[in-house]
């Protein structure tokens, strides 16, 4: 309840924005709403499944010089064709990334995106003549939902449609990315994030759950990226440079919610006793000689279970004195000794001591 009343705050706040706040201040949240789109999807992939790519920029770029191309290129004018095919290059350009990419978790995923990342910053910056290099590409100003406002000044443009636009696609969004989360297939990834091995073992398929993952934060990225370019009306490839990509996963960790304390310190423990399970006795010299020594007295133990011995009396043996010359003597008690101790002894001794003499 607490939840969804804040949420209802931030979004009539938002939208009375426009109309208490200053034009600058307006405008500073446009890329605030692009950018938010943008981190829906990193959060899906990073928050959810437990991989942290440092190349998401390439999808943002890739959304943006799609708009771009649209725009310029093709003379589509239409924000909403612009952001379909934006979506759709982007699952495009992520299957066969992720199908690659996902194979691998921790640094090995966030260096093979980084990689990803890199080759189409380098794919937009040496294409002179299709992406315009370092100077970028134009971006004309889109329709929005079938109406040219060409005719209006560019920044009543931006605080007044375009922003209210904007605002509606990113609450689809977030409504969209509510219902994934809570969804079995994002009660599956909190699975896979928490103990992947376990997962595994309840029928999950892990690998294919984090493509779907990947996939679907590429299109929010893509969305996000189309939705930057006209408060500019340039893209450049800075977009998809990789220090692009550190900035919206420092985003990412700055939003995420804390998890409760108690769950935190569940998974930690489930994890510790993961690695435990993992660790191999012989590859641990501790933990060799003390298997070695805990086997070694359970087996002494059942042997001594199973050894079947003679009666007390005999299994004892008589007892030696300290001196066989002199036996020693002995008191009541030791004469009435136990079992008869005492006066085995006792003949002992002088039996030893007649057969020195």
């Not at 992406?131 to 971006?139: A, H, I, V, Y």
């Amino acid at each position: 309840m607490k939840t969804a009343l804040a949420v209802g705050l931030g979004v009539a706040a938002i939208a009375a924005a426009p109309l208490v706040a200053s034009t600058y201040h307006v405008l500073l949240m446009l890329p605030f709403m692009a950018y938010a789109i943008v981190l829906l999807g990193l959060n899906l992939l990073f928050g959810y499944t437990g991989l942290v790519s440092f190349g998401h920029a390439l999808f943002i770029g890739l959304g943006a010089y799609a708009g771009a191309f649209l725009t310029t290129h093709a003379k589509i004018r239409s924000l909403e064709v612009i952001l379909l095919v934006a979506a759709a290059l982007g699952a495009l350009v992520a299957a066969p990334v992720a199908a690659l990419c996902v194979r691998y978790v921790k640094i090995y995923f966030g260096m093979l995106t980084l990689a990803f990342g890199m080759l189409f910053y380098t794919f937009v910056l040496k294409f002179y003549r299709l992406t315009g290099g370092d100077e970028g590409t134009p971006f004309l100003r889109p329709s929005l939902l079938g109406r040219g406002l060409d005719a209006m000044p560019k920044i009543d443009y931006l605080v007044g449609p375009y922003y209210y636009y904007s605002l509606a696609v990113l609450a689809l969004a977030a409504l969209v990315m509510w219902r994934i989360v809570h969804s079995p297939f994002g009660l599956c990834l909190k699975t896979i994030r928490d103990n992947p091995v376990k997962a595994e073992t309840l029928g999950i398929s892990v690998t294919r759950h984090r493509f779907y993952a990947f996939v679907i934060s590429a299109i929010y990225a893509a969305v996000g990226g189309a939705l930057l370019g006209p408060p500019t009306g340039n893209v450049d490839p800075t977009l998809a440079y990789w220090t692009h990509s550190g900035n919206i996963v420092f985003m990412t960790l700055l939003a995420r919610r804390r998890e409760p304390r108690r769950r935190r310190r569940r998974v930690r423990l489930d994890r510790r006793a993961q690695r435990r399970r993992q660790i191999d006795p012989d590859q641990h010299p501790h933990r060799r000689h003390a298997a070695q020594r805990r086997h070694g007295a359970v087996q002494e133990s059942g042997d001594r279970r199973r050894r079947s011995g003679p009666p007390r009396a005999a299994r004892h043996g008589p007892l030696v004195p300290a001196r066989p010359g002199l036996p020693r003597s002995h008191g009541p008690r030791d004469l009435a000794g136990r079992h008869g101790r005492a006066t085995r002894t006792h003949d002992s001794a002088l039996r030893v001591a007649r057969a020195r003499s």
